[in-house]
C-alpha cells in the first residue's frame, strides 16, 4: 500500500474489509498487493490494461489515471465497486478479472468477494480514515494532558528535593552535636 502512496489508515481499511469478507490476512494481503502493483503499472505505462481499469470504474482514462495519481485507495475502490456492477453492464466478471491477468486464485476469489460486497470496501476506508483521525486527536489531548502532568509531578519532585536541602542545612549542626 505504501508503494502507491496509501496512507496507513488506507491500509489498514482495506485489511478490515478482506478481513470482514472472510479472507485470512495473508491471502487478503497478498491478492491486495498484486491489484495495487498491478493497477500502478498500468497507470505508469498507459494501453490496454489501463483501459480496462478504469473501463471497470466506470470512468474515462485520464480520468481514472488522475484518480488513481491523487487518491489510490478511491481508485482501487471504484475498480472492485465498478467489478460487482459489470454483469448488470452485460460484462462477464470472472472474463474481466481474467482479461486484467489475475488468475491467481487467491487474487480471483478477493476480488469476487469484494465485489460482491456492495460498498463495504468504502464505508469501512471512510471509517477508517474516521477513527485514524479520532484516534490521532486522542493521542494529541492525551500527550497534552500528560506533558501537563509530567511537568506538575517534575516541580512537585523539585520542591520536595528543596525542601530535603534545607531541611539538612537546618538539621545537620543539630546532629552534629547529637553525635558529639
Given at each position: 500500500?505504501?508503494?502507491i502512496?496509501?496512507s496507513?489508515?488506507e491500509?489498514?481499511?482495506?485489511?478490515?474489509?478482506l478481513?470482514?469478507?472472510?479472507?485470512n490476512?495473508?491471502?487478503?494481503?497478498t491478492?491486495?498487493?498484486?491489484?495495487?502493483?498491478?493497477?500502478?503499472?498500468?497507470v505508469?505505462?498507459?494501453g490496454a490494461?489501463l483501459e480496462l481499469f478504469?473501463?471497470?470504474?466506470?470512468?474515462?482514462?485520464d480520468g481514472?489515471?488522475?484518480?488513481?495519481?491523487?487518491?489510490?485507495?478511491?481508485?482501487?475502490s471504484?475498480?472492485?465497486s465498478?467489478?460487482?456492477?459489470?454483469e448488470?453492464?452485460g460484462?462477464s466478471l470472472?472474463?474481466?478479472?481474467?482479461?486484467?491477468?489475475?488468475?491467481?486464485?487467491r487474487?480471483?476469489?478477493?476480488?469476487l468477494?469484494?465485489s460482491?460486497a456492495?460498498?463495504?470496501?468504502?464505508?469501512?476506508?471512510?471509517?477508517?480514515?474516521?477513527a485514524w483521525?479520532e484516534?490521532?486527536?486522542?493521542?494529541e489531548l492525551?500527550?497534552?494532558?500528560?506533558?501537563?502532568t509530567g511537568?506538575?509531578?517534575?516541580?512537585?519532585k523539585?520542591?520536595?528535593t528543596?525542601l530535603?536541602r534545607?531541611l539538612?542545612?537546618?538539621?545537620?549542626p543539630?546532629?552534629k552535636?547529637?553525635m558529639?
Open positions: 500500500g505504501t508503494n502512496s496509501l496507513a489508515e491500509i489498514t481499511g482495506f485489511s478490515a474489509a478481513t470482514s469478507l472472510g479472507i490476512a495473508e491471502a487478503g494481503g491478492a491486495i498487493s498484486r491489484v495495487f502493483i498491478d493497477m500502478a503499472a498500468a505508469d505505462q498507459g490494461k478504469a473501463s471497470v470504474a466506470g470512468q474515462s482514462v481514472f489515471k488522475k484518480r488513481f495519481e491523487t487518491d489510490a485507495a478511491g481508485a482501487v471504484t475498480f472492485i465498478g467489478l460487482g456492477t459489470l448488470k453492464r460484462k470472472t472474463g474481466t478479472i481474467g482479461q486484467l491477468g489475475f488468475a491467481n486464485v487474487i480471483r476469489d478477493a476480488l468477494r469484494a460482491g456492495g460498498d463495504l470496501l468504502e464505508r469501512t476506508l471512510d471509517r477508517s480514515n474516521t483521525a484516534n490521532t486527536a486522542l493521542v492525551s500527550d497534552k494532558r500528560f506533558q501537563t511537568a506538575m509531578l517534575t516541580v512537585l523539585n520542591k520536595f528543596e530535603g534545607q539538612g542545612e537546618a538539621l545537620i543539630a546532629l552535636a547529637l558529639e
